[in-house]
Each structure stands twice: as structure tokens, then as C-alpha cells.
């Protein structure tokens, strides 16, 4: 296997970041808003279109694999003493196939869901993406490469969940570690404290096979307890890890999942002393546990510990009437559950369910554009130099961004001013209605929809003269 170097001074030059940066970091500290810009008196940001962010992510799943029936006999040498892993793996199928990656992709491209799908790039060491997968012909990996490409990578954010998700791989030869142990899996890696740049540098080489896939990632997946023992230097590997390999200019990772009555909302992870897009990685978790098949595929799903039928009960309920992220999590092997495809069928019964009661209210998007949204509402300075005229610096562009204005006169005449363009917002009868670049009254507010663009921006909100 080749090796994939990491580019330490690329990354820097990227970040923008000194060599000092891990010892400023401070996770779960990053979100506070006390030094962030402060919204002018009658001017609000809201969700995207007024609506609640849904999204699914799916661990475990890459192409063609079964990662359950390969996984257990690797988890069970390492973790003998585990009942978990004495399953009958043998009696599993080697391969979920395509035709349910077509069926369940198309399923969710017609529904408008959006999400996170993994590719593992070695999947438990059968085979690489970018070259051979023993087992399948290489036009059945290309195949299947091209299928995630076209079908998947429109509406879900690719991530490799590390090289393997079983074996640690020595980067230096591309062979797994000698022996397996729960030193050597990647669900446990690393079990001793390692710099950034090593931790970098394993993400950089999943990275760039997915890469080499025609692939693109704006983010990382953590295999099990991954980086745990670094878990204050893992948003700054993950940050040049991937603006290293794929240039993107504003990574992010999936690690955490929030329970009870923990925020989901994505946070910000700065990895320098400087709260700048330039420094900034975004840390987007999930707030369900797995209810469908499980990471195995075998066990009976839950549906309605997301949403039941009626849509009024149910974890997704819980934080759709919170009005914070929805992001259901669930393992690939568990939507195909061994060929039987009972979790799936439980998704569709949980999607359509949300659908019946909280189309209006709720908008599904991807974990990338999730993270964009929210760096956007905290980073960009809003300004209302008059009652008529709002301002906005935004470090980035941020579509469908939403803001609800106090209403201060009776008819209210939109447009966007962008250097010398004058933009007319379109007016749609109710907040159900908002489109991009549109507005609609309710309760006295209007709220606005618009392509946010970077730099500086202006809106003009009821002035017939189009003076301020």
C-alpha cells in the first residue's frame, strides 16, 4: 500500500494555527457566547427556513461489506472475555449489496432525507477501497464507488470512520498491527497520550483513500471510543487532516451523542486564540441512540423510541418540540438487519411518521450543512445602524440563513444589497411558506430567508423610496 504523507506545513498554513495551538484548546467550553457577536435589539437569527434541522447518520457502512460479519471475529480476539462478541457470525452474510444501497437511497433522496453515511476505506481489513477488494471483482467496487458518488453523495455527507474500524494500521507499511488486542483496534486508539500530527496524520491517510475514490469529505467519523485518550487534540487533527487532504473550509466530525436534557446543538471548537472560520472546527452530535438492528444487524428494532407512529412521543419529538437538532444515529448493518431489512422498514415507519405531523416544522440537511449553519448564526456580526437597514459580516456563506425582524411599519418591501446588486425578496404568505430569498409576516416579526453571502451584506426592510 502507498503511503499518503501528511502535509504538516500545508496544514499549518491552512489553519493558520502555531504549534502550540492543542495547549489552547478547550473542548466543550467553545460555544459560549459571552465573546461572540451580539444580535442588534429586535432582530433574531432562527433555524434555517424557520425549521427545526433533521438529519440520519449512519455509522458502519462502507462498500459492499458487511462490517458485522467481518467485524465480530476481530472484536472477539480482542475483547475475548466480551459476550457481545461471541455471536454467530458465520451465519451472517458477507455482503450488503447494492441493490439495497439503490433501494434505500432512493427511498430517502424521494423523502428529502438528508445525512451522514461512512465509507470505511480498509473495511476490517478485507480489502481497500482505492485498489482490490478481495472477495468481489474490481468492477464490482467500481460499481458500487460510483453508486455512493451518485446516488449517496448529493444528499449525505461521505466520512471514513477511520483506515479499518477493526485493526490499527502501522502507516508506515500499511499492515494492520501484529497482534489484536484492545491496544491495537481503533475503537480503543489510541490507549496512550500521541502528538496532533500523529493523530493527524492516521486521519489524513483515511482521508485520502476515500480520495483517491473520487470521494469528497468535509469531516471525520470516530470508530467507538476513537480518541478518547486525546480528546482535547482531536478537533485540531480533524481540522488539518482535512483541510490537508480535501481543502475544506470548514471541517467537522461526528464523536458525541446527547442524551436527556444535554444540548445537540453543533459547537464550535476554536483551535487557536482567535474565534475565526480560518481556526474553527465544528463538532456536530447526534441525540438518539441506535433503535434500529444495531451494529450487528440482528437485533429487533425500536421505532418508536425515535418517533411513534402518531408523532407524539418519541426522542426525535422530544427535541423537535425543543426546537433543537433532531439527528437520529443508527449502524448500516442494522438497516439491512442480514437481508431482512427490518430496520429499514422501522426508518420508514419514523420518517413518515415525523412527515405526518411536522412537515412545516422541521427541514432535513446534511451534518456538514447543520455545522455550516451553526458557525454562521454565531460568527456573523449583525448590525441595525438605522430601523430600516440591517447589516450583516459573515465569515462564510451560509444558504437558506433566517432571521426574524421586529416589523417596523405596516407594509414591508425586502431587498438584499451585495456591493452594487440589489436583490428583491419575494413575499410568501406564511413562515411554512419561506423559500430561499423570501419573507413572510407572523406575529408581528418578518421573517426573512436569504442566501447569506461572505463579507458584507445589507438588507432594507420597509422603505417603499429604497432610502434609508
Request: with cysteine; glycine share 6%; hydrophobic share 35%.
Amino acid at each position: 500500500m502507498l503511503e499518503f504523507p501528511f502535509n504538516r506545513r500545508r496544514a499549518l498554513q491552512l489553519t493558520a494555527a502555531a504549534i502550540t495551538a492543542p495547549v489552547m484548546l478547550q473542548p466543550h467550553q467553545l460555544d459560549a457566547e459571552d465573546d461572540l457577536p451580539q444580535l442588534p435589539r429586535g432582530v433574531r437569527i432562527m433555524h434555517p427556513r424557520g425549521r427545526v434541522p433533521l438529519s440520519f447518520i449512519i455509522d458502519d457502512s462502507t462498500c459492499l461489506v458487511n462490517m458485522g460479519h467481518f467485524c465480530m471475529p476481530q472484536f472477539a480476539q480482542a475483547w475475548p472475555k466480551r459476550e457481545i462478541y461471541q455471536q454467530p457470525w458465520q451465519d451472517w452474510p458477507r455482503e450488503i449489496p447494492d441493490s439495497f444501497v439503490r433501494e434505500f437511497g432512493t427511498w430517502c433522496a424521494q423523502q428529502g432525507v438528508k445525512g451522514k453515511y461512512s465509507i470505511v476505506p480498509y473495511p476490517a481489513c478485507v480489502g481497500w477501497m482505492d485498489r482490490q477488494l478481495p472477495g468481489w471483482s474490481k468492477q464490482d467496487l467500481d460499481n458500487s464507488l460510483a453508486l455512493v458518488r451518485d446516488l449517496m453523495m448529493p444528499n449525505w455527507d461521505i466520512h471514513p470512520e477511520m483506515i479499518t474500524h477493526t485493526r490499527v494500521i502501522d502507516l508506515k507499511t500499511g499492515r494492520p498491527m501484529e497482534t489484536a488486542t484492545a491496544a491495537t483496534m481503533e475503537n480503543s486508539y489510541p490507549q496512550t497520550d500521541i502528538s496532533v500530527d500523529q493523530l493527524a496524520e492516521y486521519l489524513a491517510y483515511a482521508l485520502r483513500i476515500l480520495k483517491n475514490c473520487g470521494l469528497q469529505c468535509e469531516g471525520i467519523t470516530t470508530p467507538g471510543g476513537f480518541g478518547n485518550a486525546v480528546k482535547d487534540k482531536l478537533p485540531l487533527a480533524v481540522h488539518q487532516a482535512v483541510r490537508d487532504v480535501f481543502a475544506s473550509e470548514l471541517p467537522h466530525y461526528f464523536k458525541y451523542v446527547k442524551t436527556g436534557s444535554e444540548s445537540t446543538d453543533p459547537k464550535l471548537e476554536f483551535i487557536g486564540g482567535e474565534k475565526t472560520i480560518s481556526n474553527l472546527t465544528m463538532n456536530v452530535p447526534a441525540g438518539t441512540g441506535d433503535w434500529f438492528g444495531s451494529w450487528e444487524g440482528v437485533r429487533e428494532s425500536e421505532p418508536d423510541r425515535y418517533c411513534n407512529q402518531d408523532a407524539t412521543s418519541g426522542r426525535m419529538v422530544e427535541l423537535i418540540e425543543r426546537d433543537q437538532p433532531a439527528i437520529m444515529l443508527c449502524h448500516w448493518p442494522g438497516m439491512y438487519c442480514n437481508g431482512n431489512k427490518s430496520g429499514f422498514e422501522a426508518f420508514k415507519q419514523v420518517v413518515l411518521a415525523i412527515q405526518s405531523r411536522f412537515a412545516d416544522r422541521t427541514r432535513w440537511m446534511k451534518l456538514s450543512e447543520i455545522g455550516r449553519y451553526w458557525a454562521a448564526r454565531k460568527l456573523t456580526t449583525i448590525q441595525r445602524p438605522t430601523p430600516h437597514t440591517i447589516q450583516f459580516d459573515a465569515p462564510l456563506a451560509c444558504p437558506d440563513f433566517t432571521v426574524a425582524i421586529d416589523q417596523p411599519t405596516a407594509s414591508a418591501p425586502l431587498r438584499l444589497e451585495i456591493g452594487n446588486d440589489r436583490l428583491p425578496l419575494q413575499s410568501v404568505q406564511s413562515k411554512a411558506s419561506l423559500t430561499t430569498n423570501s419573507f413572510a409576516l407572523a406575529d408581528d416579526k418578518i421573517l426573512v430567508s436569504f442566501n447569506l453571502p461572505q463579507g458584507i451584506s445589507r438588507m432594507v426592510v420597509g422603505t417603499d423610496s429604497g432610502k434609508d
